[in-house]
C-alpha cells in the first residue's frame, strides 16, 4: 500500500503548516482513497461558505483524477445546527449522484474565527484514475 499526502497546487493552499490536504491511500490492488482535510472558505453568509468549500473540495478531488461523484464519506461542522436547510441546498448541487455516508455536527467554534461550515471528506478513486500525480510536498 502506498500513501502519499499532499497539498496541491492547483487548490487554495493550507492557512499553516500542521496538515497536508489530501492523503491518498493506493490499495495493493489498485485504486485510491482519497482523505482531505477540513477546509473552510471566506463568504458573507453560510450558503457563500458552503459553495466555497466544494468549490475547494471539487479542485482537490480533481487533483488527484478524482470528481465530487466519487465521494463516499462526508463530514460537516456547522457552527448552528439550524442552518442545515440552506447548507443542504447547496450540497444538493454538487453531489447529484448517490448520496455519501454522511455525519453532520454542531460545533461552538472552528479555528478560524468567521468560518461558520467545515468540510472533510473521503472519496474512492477507481484505479486507473489519477495514477502518475505529482504530489507538489
Known sequence: MRVTLDSPAGAPQPANDYYSQVARVEPAGGGALLYLSGQVADGADLAEQSRGVFETVDALLRAHGATLADVINIRTYLTD???IPEYGAV???YLT???PTSMT???SRLFDPRALI???VVAAVPAGRG???IPSG
Do not use: L
Request: zero cysteines; charged letters at 30%; hydrophobic letters at 40%.
Open 81 to 83: 445546527i439550524t442552518g
Open 91 to 93: 450540497r444538493a448541487r
Open 97 to 99: 449522484g448517490t448520496p
Open 105 to 107: 455536527f454542531e460545533v
Open 118 to 120: 467545515e468540510i472533510e
Open 131 to 133: 495514477a502518475g500525480v
